[in-house]
């Protein structure tokens, strides 16, 4: 993320069986330590045997797949305390003995439902100021302006893409709805319409553009609805005119995350838990019986059950080999976890590594990915209703933090951390500087309050650097916003904190101040280094409670002052809080259009242009779509300065 401030402007051959070797010298028990705890002799012996190996030391082993091999190096894509399995039959021992604890009678353990957001609290009209004093305002950090990508995508880094149902290069526009990407000629008085391809076997399709090529990524509907996979069509634009699919890839894991660098793209994919022939209490067949039958099933399972596939022109084949799947500890829940990286001009090859345990949370810098897990129950992000059958896995209070250094499509494991409290989002996670910043939530090994944390890597671990805690006591992270030496955290239960946090000094993050207003912020932008934006909800001083977007001085971040609010009215919801792509800011026009949904009988869609005028926001609605089409649309600025609005079916330029 901080990245962004290089754009922002002052605006008022497989690898050393070095695991075989170890697992031989110190046994099992050291396969099922913690995950930090490494004793420094061990990973002397690590060292000097994967440095004879790369010296050209041939060492027997088991190759990816099949026993007795011996595998020669490619690249060593886990560098720290993440261990590879040295083995096919070594990974599926270690899923087998991990299932036969998550099975039930009745399956696996997992029947759980997610949740939709929870009910908010009523606002209480409170407003008040905490200023700390110990430096002056010009000594304070500073928030700064955001921009979209190149691609026309309000996104979380500056220089890495994120996909959208809209994307451009200026010229050319491309958009997708339900099974067809449109192409678009942007360059005239007025849009036209060039052509369409099918898009087939995808379903709730998003966009990545890079050149003439555009890479289409969303839900492989060939998958059953128990198993979700993933699809990825690559299309050709060298005419625009008529667009042509070049390559059509699928993967039985469900889509975590997707980026964009340059010419390459990374996906992190989850795999659940397998679908084995478990049988259920039926009859005379007792619960005992049930589960007894059940644990056989997952001991008989095979590796192929366990991995991941990817599929290419109707052939299916293992995408990880089983020495790079890295075997985490017990206190990650059962799943895998893949990272996909893929050049653009052949995404049929992908470079992937995986990990033996469940993430759940995926954040892109630059050059780093880091994966961390959401501590609290293991897996969906919900609760098991009454109907559950078994108890629901409870993880302990503690986030675990991978960081992987990425060069073009790989990624190499260098660091593995742990933290006490809960990340609620990849807006939580956050690196400058080499730090890592995390914005959490309470958990059962913290006090009931919200917390920055900072991280530095240290040889093979991340260890915290810093810490502030009690933030929003008993209250609820609404949205986060980082900069170079800056953190904006809103928390929310009746009224409305904004904390300003100072991270000049990474390992002493301070408090500067506070505002609380009435409502909450679920979205925070930043025009330049004199104001910000928060897009959330809020009273709208008729009794009522509906969408609001607050203008905000930040000139002196210990005396943040919210300038002007506008609220919409109780029907109203702003799609900005749970998709910031929904939100544009144009800096020449001093412009944000974001866009709101109104419910009565039907879903309506609307774009708010708000103009910033001496400090006050100066809004008009403009209705656009209707029913589930209000959320393909987007307002994308090119670079002449000119806006399209597309929406479901159109795109055309819009009036500011």
Not at 188 to 194: I, V, Y
Not at 319 to 335: E, H, N, R, Y
Request: hydrophobic share 40%.
């Amino acid at each position: 993320m901080t990245d962004l401030e290089n754009l922002w402007d002052d605006y008022p051959t497989g690898k050393a069986p070095v695991t075989a070797i170890l697992a031989a010298a110190v046994g099992e028990r050291r396969r099922r330590r913690r995950l930090l705890v490494r004793p420094l002799l061990t990973a002397g012996v690590a060292t000097g045997v994967a440095g004879a190996f790369v010296a050209g030391t041939l060492v027997g082993g088991s190759g990816p797949g099949t026993p007795g091999g011996t595998a020669l190096p490619e690249r060593v894509a886990f560098k720290a305390d993440l261990e590879p399995a040295a083995s096919c039959d070594e990974l599926l021992a270690s899923y087998v003995r991990r299932g036969k604890e998550r099975v039930t009678a009745w399956g696996w353990d997992d029947f759980r439902v997610a949740l939709g957001a929870h009910g908010r609290e009523g606002p209480v009209a409170d407003r008040a100021v905490n200023k700390l004093s110990g430096r002056t305002a010009g000594q304070v950090p500073k928030a700064q302006r955001a921009t979209s990508s190149d691609t026309g995508t309000n996104v979380q880094e500056a220089g890495v893409d994120e996909p959208d149902t809209v994307k451009t290069d200026g010229s050319v526009l491309v958009t997708v709805r339900d099974d067809d990407l449109v192409t678009w000629d942007v360059t005239g008085a007025s849009t036209e319409r060039l052509s369409s391809v099918r898009l087939d076997g995808i379903e709730s399709a998003e966009l990545l553009l890079a050149g003439d090529t555009v890479v289409a990524i969303g839900a492989d509907a060939g998958a059953p609805p128990e198993a979700p996979g993933t699809r990825v069509l690559t299309i050709s634009l060298a005419d625009p005119a008529e667009p042509e699919v070049v390559a059509d890839v699928s993967y039985d894991a469900a889509l975590l995350s997707a980026r964009q660098h340059g010419d390459t793209v990374r996906l992190v994919l989850e795999s659940g838990l397998p679908d084995l022939d478990f049988v259920e209490p039926r009859g005379r067949r007792t619960d005992q019986a049930a589960l007894r039958r059940n644990r056989q099933v997952v001991e008989e399972s095979t590796i192929e059950d366990w991995l991941p596939t990817i599929t290419t022109d109707g052939d299916s084949r293992q995408l990880l080999d089983c020495t790079d799947v890295a075997i985490p500890s017990d206190d990650l829940g059962l799943a895998t976890t893949s990272i996909v990286g893929l050049d653009l001009t052949s995404t049929a090859e992908p470079d992937a590594i995986g990990l033996a345990g469940r993430t759940g949370i995926a954040y892109e810098s630059a050059d780093h990915l880091y994966l961390a897990t959401r501590a609290g129950w293991d897996g969906w992000d919900g609760s098991c209703l009454d109907w559950c059958r078994g108890a629901p896995t409870r993880t302990s209070g503690t986030t675990h933090v991978f960081d992987f250094e990425l060069d073009g499509s790989a990624a190499t494991h260098v660091a593995s951390g742990e933290v006490e409290g809960a990340v609620r989002d990849r807006w939580s996670v956050d690196e400058a500087d080499g730090v890592l910043r995390l914005a959490l939530g309470p958990t059962s090994e913290t006090g009931d309050f919200n917390s920055v944390v900072t991280l530095r890597r240290e040889g093979e671990q991340l260890v915290e650097h810093g810490r502030l805690d009690r933030l929003g006591p008993r209250e609820d992270i609404t949205s986060v916003r980082w900069f170079d030496d800056l953190a904006i955290v809103v928390t929310f239960r009746r009224v409305d904190p904004l904390y300003a946090v100072d991270l000049t000094d990474s390992s002493r993050p301070r408090l500067l101040g506070k505002l609380k207003v009435p409502g909450f912020s679920s979205y925070l932008h930043p025009l330049g280094s004199w104001r910000m934006v928060g897009v959330g909800e809020g009273p709208d001083g008729k009794g009522g409670w509906g969408a609001q977007v607050g203008l905000f001085d930040v000139r002196d971040i210990t005396d943040v002052r919210r300038l002007d609010v506008h609220s919409y009215g109780r029907s109203f919801r702003a799609l900005a809080g749970t998709d910031p792509r929904a939100f544009t800011w144009l800096p020449d026009e001093r412009t944000v259009v974001t866009v709101l949904e109104r419910r009565a009988r039907t879903r309506v869609g609307y774009v708010s242009i708000i103009r910033l005028v001496d400090g006050e926001l100066r809004q008009r609605l403009q209705q656009v779509e209707y029913g589930a089409d209000v959320d393909l649309v987007r307002a994308v600025p090119l670079p002449d300065g000119r806006v399209v609005l597309a929406t479901g079916e159109q795109a055309q330029f819009l009036e500011l």
